[in-house]
């Protein structure tokens, strides 16, 4: 990274510290590397709205375009108080390699505020929405930058989004976001198929390792979009989840959760808070609890050289971007009794089924769920095991080989278009 770079921070720099592992194996000229991983442009906005007291309140918005080689940038939107130009820089970056994965036609983005969306009311955050799409409009566009839902914002923020975009066009735009209900644009499938995807690969990992799910345990942290459809689709085959957390409680029970009852107390109260006065448990330490199944779905940086050795499941599967630090897989090398889904390949059914919603929306030909879960599980499976037979055949973890097939395919396409994009 260049001296002067806007682009600072513990995320910004594992991102960093990944891509340089994967260009060694690569061998990557050193002179090439900062042109596959610097991201093209960034725009910093400040979005002012009125607060229900009367008062006008400022937030730093952010959103970053990786690469424009493969077609336009793609990635989602996060409200979340830590929020900042390094964190948003790195998940970009990862959105370009995941994308690249999967063969999907995009570079990557990623967007942000540094709000936290809690503590908003709902025009407060309407608002909000609407004055940061606002100021992306010079930015974005459905053949130029798609936004998604992420962190923090939901269907609801993706219809505000949409509706500001068209409002400015005089006429509907459903394209230029993705992860919108169904009725203004969506696809059916979208909202559940990052925790379809993390589900999917579990159960192909499970057959990988010899694991009958039936009876298996799982320990998911994260109960919002991803954890929540994770959690639901894994019971629904079999597998006892034993431990979730949220960032208001942790909850443990050897014996087995009651899923669907946390799932209906989270729809009604925004968190796992509350739920009940048994089985609280301390979040940090259930991430070490012994299962067969830990599935990170929340913030980045959570398995680290701290707990990486004392984790003690057979599969983790990262249904969040960047849960495992880069010490962290130092330690996890040496564990081969780990089987590994990293989050490029993990999460990228939400991906996967926002490009199956752009692709409809510009047609405006829609598909039904079998055929939008077929092509899901069709393009995961493929990737899945393009994964697998990489880390065989160069002896990588999973992690090395699925950020090699992301990165070799965004070099080889730049190296053929030449220096602009
Ligand atoms: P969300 O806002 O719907 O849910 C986030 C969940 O994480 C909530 O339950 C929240 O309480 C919990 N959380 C926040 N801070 C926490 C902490 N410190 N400890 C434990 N739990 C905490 O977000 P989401 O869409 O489910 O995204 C979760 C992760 O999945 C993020 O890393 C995101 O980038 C990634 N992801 C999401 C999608 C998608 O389609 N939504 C796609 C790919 C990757």
Redesign the pocket.
């Known amino acids: 990274m260049q001296a002067s770079s806007v682009y600072t921070g513990p995320v910004f720099e594992m991102a960093s510290r990944q891509f340089h592992t994967v260009a060694d194996h690569l061998d990557i000229p050193v002179h090439e590397r900062a042109r596959i991983l610097m991201p093209k442009r960034v725009l910093a906005v400040s979005c002012p709205i009125h607060r229900d007291d009367g008062s006008v309140a400022v937030y730093q918005g952010y959103r970053v375009q990786h690469h424009l080689t493969l077609g336009p940038t793609k990635g989602?939107t996060?409200f979340a108080p830590n929020v900042d130009v390094g964190e948003v820089a790195a998940?970009a970056i990862w959105m370009s390699w995941k994308c690249a994965l999967a063969g999907l036609p995009y570079g990557g983005a990623k967007g942000g505020i540094a709000v936290d969306p809690r503590a908003l009311s709902k025009r407060e955050l309407e608002a909000l929405s609407r004055r940061y799409m606002q100021e992306m409009i010079p930015f974005v566009g459905p053949h130029t930058d798609v936004m998604?839902?992420?962190?923090?914002?939901?269907e609801q923020v993706m219809a505000w989004f949409m509706d500001t975009y068209s409002m400015y066009q005089g006429k509907t735009v459903s394209e230029v976001v993705t992860?919108k209900p169904v009725d203004t644009g969506g696809t059916v499938g979208r909202r559940e198929?990052?925790g379809r995807g993390v589900a999917y690969l579990i159960r192909r990992a499970a057959d990988t390792i010899g694991l009958n799910l039936d009876g298996a345990t799982a320990i998911v942290?994260?109960?919002?979009?991803?954890?929540s459809v994770a959690t639901l689709t894994l019971a629904a085959s079999g597998v006892r989840v034993i431990g979730v957390?949220?960032?208001?409680a942790a909850y443990y029970d050897p014996k087995g959760l009651d899923v669907r009852s946390l799932d209906a107390h989270?729809a009604k109260t925004g968190?796992?808070a509350g739920y009940s006065k048994e089985g609280l448990f301390d979040?940090a330490e259930l991430l070490v609890q012994k299962c067969d199944i830990l599935v990170p779905?929340?913030?980045?940086r959570?398995i680290d050289e701290h707990n990486a050795g004392k984790i003690d499941c057979r599969i983790l599967a990262e249904?969040?971007?960047?849960?495992t630090t880069p010490e962290a897989d130092d330690i996890l090398r040496n564990r081969p009794d780990i089987f590994v889904i990293p989050?490029i390949l993990c999460?990228?059914?939400?991906?996967i089924v926002s490009y199956f919603e752009w692709v409809q929306g510009l047609q405006q030909l829609f598909w039904d769920e079998s055929e939008v879960n077929d092509r899901l599980n069709r393009t995961l499976e493929k990737s899945f095991q393009e994964v697998v037979r990489l880390s065989k055949t160069r002896g990588l973890t999973h992690r090395d080989a699925a950020l090699s097939i992301g990165v070799e395919r965004v070099l080889s396409a730049k190296r053929k278009r030449g220096l602009f994009p």
């Open positions: 989602g996060r998940l998604a839902p992420d962190m923090g914002t939901n992860g198929a990052t942290q994260g109960f919002g979009n991803v954890g957390s949220d960032h208001s989270v968190a796992l979040a779905a929340a913030v980045e959570v249904g969040a971007n960047g849960p989050d999460n990228a059914g939400g991906v």
